[in-house]
């Protein structure tokens, strides 16, 4: 589609929310409700590079001074849909039985009472703009996707130019679709005329609408942000901060020594899908543009909190689905049982919690899990006995308001390989180490006070081999 036929349709999705977020009365919304409001960020595919070095994310920032941020969280299962089911139902993937991007969670558990749903079966006003169960990125863009209808009072699913014009991205995979792809696109136009843009601006708008209307009713709004996931696109502005050649995936030499077969199987061709080193650095540029410009989409919701009055009186939740791989072992994505895919941001901003005290605006190091979040959001809001007796995670409140507090939980991330790997992996992480066991029987063990990156595996030395049974005694009983 043209820039000249894609304006009107911008203009008129945008109208409806603009003249919501600026109805008489939107800067007196009265008294807040009693219980605090909830607003779920949701990214897609951001790995944990928020605190390293050069990476520009300043409203994150800012939102981590009043959070606590697990360093150390981690998804049940490396993929959107079934990381995703996870977490908004509380259950782990071997009870949901999703492996895949195509299942809806109530189909696969039809009596299930998601994490949204158990606000608004309490009072609380329901929205979602953007992802929050699984869609296709970019094919879904602008539909209902594997959304989940009795979550919600209401929802907006935005599209814009990034969908008119993907006809001028880039694709150095030509043979993998957009959403599975290594491309890159620095986009004309302002952030407002991208999706994400517009679903910043839609979760304003209902913010604003719910708050002129019913000001003594709490909210849950959920923001589901489709970046930083493939393809890379992001306006221009934000790929300033990384000038070409200042992005670089590490080197490749083959396959690390000690890595089971199983371990990179995902990735074909191996190395890096098959592009060459520079389309490898350009595709991490401009996955870091998109970084910055998800950020950007974010200080606008705490823009709109603080204008509304509202910032002391909402409980900020900013979640990744899963980590995702930046060419480290030749990998790129996500489907691995490392660290880096396994692992993704977690930031729980909770007033009068999180914001005062010696912890206040810390970080945990203790291992925690995408399964700990319902529990949690319920606790928080007063909801723990309203809660479904068969949530597999546990509170994280003793942790928000003692970071360094004692935990002795590992947690848990599974994927699936085919049937010449004996189909699924598991993997434990410890605060010190991670045991992995492929269907195959191969594994790994990695001492991360020595190895953060997982160069070494240690399963076959016989001085680790006490840690490695402990280890897997630990898979041996995950989910009895």
């Not at 009795?150 to 929802?155: K, L, P």
């Not at 899990?369 to 409140?397: I, K, M, N, W």
Request: charged letters at 20%; a negative charge; glycine letters at 10%.
């Amino acid at each position: 589609m043209s820039l000249h036929a894609f304006l009107p349709r911008l203009t008129a999705a945008l109208a409806p929310l603009l003249l919501a977020a600026s109805a008489p009365g939107a800067d007196a919304p009265g008294s807040p409700p009693e219980r605090p409001n909830v607003l779920l960020i949701c990214a897609d595919d951001l790995t944990s590079c928020l605190d390293e070095p050069g990476v520009v994310t300043p409203n994150l920032d800012r939102l981590r001074e009043r959070s606590v941020t697990f360093e150390r969280a981690y998804c049940q299962y490396p993929l959107c849909n079934p990381s995703r089911s996870s977490m908004l139902s509380g259950l782990r993937p071997d009870t949901t039985g999703i492996y895949g991007n195509g299942t809806p969670i109530r189909e696969a558990v039809p009596d299930v009472v998601t994490l949204p749903q158990l606000f608004k079966k309490n009072g609380y006003f329901t929205a979602r703009v953007g992802k929050i169960y699984h869609y296709g990125n970019p094919g879904d863009i602008g539909t209902d996707s594997l959304d989940d209808p009795e979550s919600w009072n209401r929802v907006i699913n935005p599209a814009g130019r990034d969908k008119a014009e993907e006809g001028l991205i880039v694709n150095y995979t030509p043979k993998r679709g957009l959403g599975s792809s290594l491309s890159v696109l620095e986009a004309a136009g302002t952030d407002l005329e991208q999706t994400d843009g517009l679903v910043a601006v839609g979760a304003e708008a209902l913010m604003t609408e719910h708050l002129n209307k019913n000001p003594g009713k709490p909210f849950f709004i959920a923001a589901g942000f489709f970046r930083p996931h493939c393809p890379y696109v992001a306006p221009k502005a934000h790929f300033e901060p990384y000038p070409q050649g200042s992005v670089t995936v590490p080197p490749f030499d083959g396959q690390p020594a000690g890595v089971p077969d199983a371990a990179v199987s995902n990735i074909k061709p191996y190395p890096w899908y098959g592009v060459t080193k520079e389309q490898a650095d350009d595709s991490k540029r401009a996955y870091y543009a998109s970084v910055t410009f998800l950020d950007a989409n974010v200080g606008r919701l705490l823009d709109a909190l603080d204008e509304a009055g509202q910032t002391e009186n909402t409980i900020v939740v900013f979640w990744s689905d899963h980590g995702y791989h930046l060419g480290e072992k030749g990998l790129f994505k996500k489907q691995s049982l490392y660290e880096r895919a396994a692992r993704a941001p977690m930031t729980i901003a909770a007033p009068g919690v999180t914001d005062t005290g010696a912890g206040a605006g810390g970080t945990c190091e203790r291992p925690v899990e995408f399964v700990d979040l319902y529990p949690t959001l319920a606790d928080l809001a007063g909801l723990g006995d309203q809660a479904p007796e068969r949530l597999e995670g546990v509170s994280l409140v003793p942790l928000l308001k003692n970071p360094a507090a004692d935990w002795d939980r590992p947690a848990f991330t599974q994927t699936q390989r085919n049937r010449k790997y004996g189909g699924m992996g598991y993997s434990v992480r410890n605060a010190r180490w991670r045991f992995t066991r492929w269907g195959d029987g191969s594994t790994e063990l990695y001492d991360h006070s020595a190895d953060p990156d997982e160069d070494r595996n240690l399963a076959a030395d016989p001085q680790h081999a006490g840690t490695a049974k402990e280890l897997a005694a630990l898979l041996d009983g995950y989910g009895k």
